[in-house]
């Protein structure tokens, strides 16, 4: 029976209870469908952990452990190839004894993996090698599991029931888990073996292959297994050759990085992470009926996100606006019609977030369709606004204008509760996030005392987003042909404006408040929202300084990026999730900011230190957060233990970094870049850009740093667009 999600009143969090340790796990993802493997390539069952192979939310696969002889094998090499779409195991068989007896010597057996994921598939193919110097037996086994848990489970959401797990042994190569789920969707994991093993049983969620191989000296065998999720009651037969696949996502892989512009630098590790971050990109955007959408981040936040989307469509913008595109349509689509206070839902608000687990279907989490964010809807509308100037694409701007239309509407009537010209927030059912803003843990939002904030809160950052909205909007309806609407919105702009330096700004701390709480009492904490204030243009110029300053101090500044709490306040701690840990989206926003306002130098120094930190990480991939301790001569970032990586605002931060820096902007219509007082940070020489769009032109730019500045060369140019340079 569907429960109102009202009812539910657990919380649904992160545990800490297993570190996700960046250096261990091993992270595939394709469409809806993301793996998680340990360094040997099986998922082995811990309680609270996101191992395993998870399609919309449920675990189809909990485990999947090979043993040779018995035993696990010894692992030579784990890695996850540079365009994420394969993972490469070597193993080797350990030393095996019998009453004291050696019969099988160690590294006799040579065990490489290969799998990848693809249609709600995981391809695997073993190759077994015997590189002893006579033909030998060996002893295989394959142990799989499967227990359809609940995304939100793992997350600690305590059930008090769920549907049964069964198996059935459908032929000598093929067992199926089925899963009766509460719900009323079928759900099965149907796992495929070629060639058929020696014996194959299966007992409720669990199963076992057995393999006997014989292999003569230097011979090599091949096993392969296919692992496919399926949904409903007739799914469809997967595709099991598993190079024939491959070759399909190598492809589709090849095409998605060639309609990106391409960026190269002097520095092979600067390089490093630039790839890092378009594989990661590739690999967490999903293809949709509306477009390409990033999804926010493995292994929790696999699903659309609205903020995070925006915020990643924003970042990649002038590298591929496509994923901007993809983000406006699809969330257009799904913006809300009616009110639901169960889903925190009103008429025009932009989507907070969605899911397809049976948790969500049945309503005990209310996140199946939820809106429960305060800046969505406003960074809708602005990226609106940046998409229209970056292409100039009338055909999305015409079908989505309707949906700008909508939000502005819900800022001005449903974002501003109580009428006092701000736009605020407060969950209409306990279920709800407290916090809905992008620092939404429980106590995010505080006084300087400590005291977490009550009632409806205003946050200054979303001020700022409301005012860049507001200003988007009205050059998007001067350009549609709706002067009155454009008139109206300019002059709600302006008195915001006003009315947010009156109230926000704190003349002692030097920076704009928080948030204002239910009782419109400030929230007078020094943080990082203060810092994203600037790419929005709300900040007199004067003020803005003042923040630029204060952000790059001692108290914010790590040497690894900008912390999200100033150290000197109340609920200051290095190693919380919003309360003194660093960001790297917020460090890439900050820096746009910074640029903009003029102070190019410290977006540089932000550019640096996320540059050195990516250079610490495993992968040179910028997880979703790391620890805001103070970088220290010889130590690495404290990684955060159970963060997201790859998590897609995060990846795509170097792109911001560097548009910050170069001061890089693109006017579609005019077929015009520009770029404002461009620099390059200390550790480039030189920078190309290749494949940059504008309009229907294609540019390729090479920019080299010299001592007064950065000499910027137009190599070539495939149609009619202009490069300014404005010093």
Not at 66 to 88: F, W, Y
Not at 314 to 335: C, K, M, N, Y
Not at 410 to 417: K, Q, S, V
Not at 554 to 559: P, S
Request: proline share 5%.
């Amino acid at each position: 029976m569907k429960r109102d999600a009202s009812e539910a009143s657990a919380p649904v969090f992160v545990p800490g209870v297993v570190s996700l340790a960046a250096s261990s796990r091993r992270t595939l993802k394709h469409g809806d469908t993301f793996a998680m493997f340990d360094e040997f390539g099986d998922v082995i069952e811990v309680e609270r952990s996101p191992m395993g192979l998870f399609h919309r939310d449920t675990r189809f696969l909990s485990r999947f452990l090979v043993t040779l002889e018995g035993h696990r094998p010894l692992i030579l090499s784990s890695t996850v190839q540079p365009d994420n779409v394969m993972l490469d195991v070597d193993l080797t068989n350990p030393d095996v004894f019998a009453r004291g007896e050696l019969l099988l010597a160690k590294d006799t057996f040579h065990l490489a993996r290969a799998k990848f994921l693809w249609g709600a598939s995981c391809y695997e193919l073993f190759t077994i090698s015997n590189f002893g110097d006579r033909r030998t037996r060996l002893r295989l086994a394959l142990d799989f599991g499967a227990d359809f848990a609940d995304l939100f489970e793992i997350r600690g959401y305590p059930r008090t029931r769920r549907g049964e797990v069964s198996s059935e042994r459908r032929s000598a190569a093929e067992i199926v888990f089925r899963y009766a789920a509460l719900d009323g969707l079928a759900r099965a994991t149907r796992v495929f073996l070629s060639p058929a093993p020696l014996a194959l049983d299966a007992d409720g969620g669990n199963a076992r292959a057995e393999f006997a191989l014989e292999l003569g000296a230097r011979e090599r065998r091949a096993l392969a297994v296919t692992v496919h999720c399926t949904e409903g009651e007739a799914p469809r037969p997967p595709e099991t050759r598993f190079f024939t696949t491959l070759r399909r996502a190598r492809r589709d892989y090849a095409n998605a990085r060639e309609a990106t512009a391409a960026i190269e630098s002097s520095n092979p590790t600067f390089n490093a992470v630039l790839s890092r971050s378009a594989a990661d990109l590739a690999m967490l955007v999903t293809d949709t009926s509306q477009g390409p959408f990033p999804y926010a981040g493995v292994p929790w936040f696999s699903t659309p996100f609205g903020r995070d989307g925006l915020i990643t469509g924003l970042e990649t913008l002038w590298i591929d606006p496509s994923i901007a595109r993809g983000v406006l349509r699809f969330l257009a689509l799904h913006q809300a019609q009616r009110e639901d206070p169960a889903a925190d839902m009103e008429p025009g608000k932009i989507l907070h977030e969605m899911r397809e687990s049976e948790l969500a279907r049945l309503g005990e989490v209310p996140f199946a369709r939820y809106y429960g964010s305060v800046d969505s809807t406003p960074l809708f509308v602005a990226l609106a606004g940046q998409y229209w100037e970056r292409t100039a694409d009338r055909e999305t701007m015409e079908a989505i204008w309707p949906n700008v239309k909508a939000a502005l509407e819900w800022i001005g009537r449903h974002g501003d509760r109580d009428g006092d010209g701000f736009v605020e927030y407060g969950r209409r059912r306990s279920s709800g996030l407290r916090n809905q803003g992008w620092k939404d843990s429980e106590d995010a939002i505080f006084h300087a005392d400590g005291r977490l904030a009550e009632g409806t809160i205003a946050l200054c950052e979303v001020q700022g987003y409301v005012y860049l909205a507001l200003r988007a909007g009205a050059r998007l309806a001067a350009d549609f042909g709706d002067s009155p609407l454009a008139g109206d919105l300019s002059l709600r702009a302006q008195q915001l404006q006003r009315r947010f330096e009156s109230v926000f700004w704190c003349e002692d701390l030097g920076t704009y408040a928080l948030a204002l709480d239910g009782d419109k009492e400030a929230c007078r904490v020094r943080t990082s929202n203060a810092g994203q204030l600037l790419f929005t243009g709300i900040c007199a110029p004067e003020r803005a300084g003042r923040v630029a300053q204060g952000i790059i101090g001692r108290d914010f500044f790590t040497g690894w990026g900008v912390r999200t709490l100033s150290s000197r306040e109340k609920r200051f701690n290095p190693a919380s999730y919003h309360n003194g840990s660093v960001w790297p989206h917020d460090n890439a926003l900050i820096a746009l900011g910074l640029a903009r306002y003029g102070h190019t130098q410290h977006a540089l120094s932000l550019t640096a230190a996320a540059f050195d930190a990516a250079a610490h990480m495993h992968l040179r991939r910028l997880p979703e957060l790391f620890c805001g301790f103070e970088r220290k001569r010889d130590k690495a970032p404290t990684l955060y233990p159970v963060a997201c990586a790859p998590q897609a605002w995060a990846a795509c931060a170097p792109y911001l970094l560097l548009q910050a820096c170069l001061g890089l902007e693109i006017h579609a219509a005019e077929r015009k870049v520009i770029l404002r007082r461009p620099k390059l940070p200390p550790f480039l020489d030189w920078l190309e850009v290749k494949r940059l769009s504008a309009g229907d032109a294609r540019l390729h730019l090479l920019l080299r740093r010299h001592e007064g500045g950065v000499a910027v060369n137009l190599v070539s140019r495939e149609g009619d667009a202009e490069v300014e340079v404005v010093l």
